[in-house]
């Protein structure tokens, strides 16, 4: 993108505002929808995010070109997108099925298995030349195939909990 890496940061605290802001006025209007509802806001939510994350991959492929602004937006517009059905049904799951004694342990061992993958990741992303936009194709590569790996097993799962 050309910026530096002060700038590189401050769209990434960018993203966490737009995470931030999902999760302080939309959970617990999420909680408080039917299941049927669920699925769609997931869906809609994930789409957007797989979206973002796609729009990306193609800027860093030589398929799209965007400006720094324009991936900013993209970059706000995915955590505004990700927090609710990253943070929100998997909590829900957990106090449902674990209750007041077993939610601990039913959300710890989803962090467990998060933070793990995620050490291997963050492992990868920190050896790539960070100032090559080529580099980044695999890196946006994963985060789209995940992403839309969680569009569909998410809403699924969401959909046959009830």
Same mark, same amino acid.
């Given at each position: 993108?050309?910026?530096?890496?002060? $700038?590189?940061? $401050?769209?990434?605290?960018?993203?966490?505002?737009?995470?931030?802001?999902?999760?302080?006025?939309?959970?617990?209007?999420?909680?408080?929808?039917?299941?049927?509802?669920? #699925? $769609? #806001? #997931?869906?809609?939510?994930?789409?957007?995010?797989? !979206?973002?994350?796609? @729009? $990306?991959?193609?800027?860093?492929?030589? &398929?799209?070109?965007?400006? +720094?602004?324009?991936? @900013?937006?993209?970059?706000?517009?995915?955590?505004?997108?990700?927090? !609710?059905?990253?943070?929100? +049904?998997?909590?829900?799951?957990?106090?449902?099925?674990?209750?007041?004694?077993?939610?601990?342990?039913?959300?710890?061992?989803?962090?467990?298995?998060? /933070?793990?993958?995620?050490?291997? /990741?963050?492992?990868?992303?920190?050896?790539?030349?960070?100032? #090559?936009? &080529?580099?980044?194709?695999?890196?946006?590569?994963?985060?789209?195939?995940?992403? &839309?790996?969680?569009?569909?097993?998410?809403?699924?799962?969401?959909?046959?909990?009830?």
């Amino acid at each position: 993108y050309g910026t530096s890496q002060a $700038q590189g940061s $401050q769209v990434g605290s960018i993203f966490a505002v737009g995470c931030l802001l999902s999760v302080s006025t939309g959970s617990k209007l999420y909680a408080s929808l039917p299941k049927g509802r669920r #699925v $769609q #806001v #997931v869906g809609a939510l994930m789409g957007l995010s797989t !979206i973002c994350s796609a @729009t $990306q991959l193609a800027h860093v492929s030589g &398929a799209l070109f965007l400006t +720094p602004t324009m991936s @900013t937006i993209s970059m706000f517009l995915w955590g505004l997108s990700f927090a !609710i059905p990253f943070y929100i +049904p998997p909590s829900l799951y957990a106090l449902e099925y674990g209750g007041k004694d077993g939610s601990a342990t039913i959300a710890d061992a989803f962090d467990f298995g998060g /933070f793990l993958l995620l050490a291997f /990741f963050n492992g990868y992303v920190a050896s790539i030349k960070h100032d #090559v936009t &080529a580099a980044w194709t695999t890196t946006f590569t994963i985060l789209t195939a995940c992403s &839309a790996t969680s569009l569909v097993s998410l809403a699924l799962a969401i959909a046959m909990e009830q």
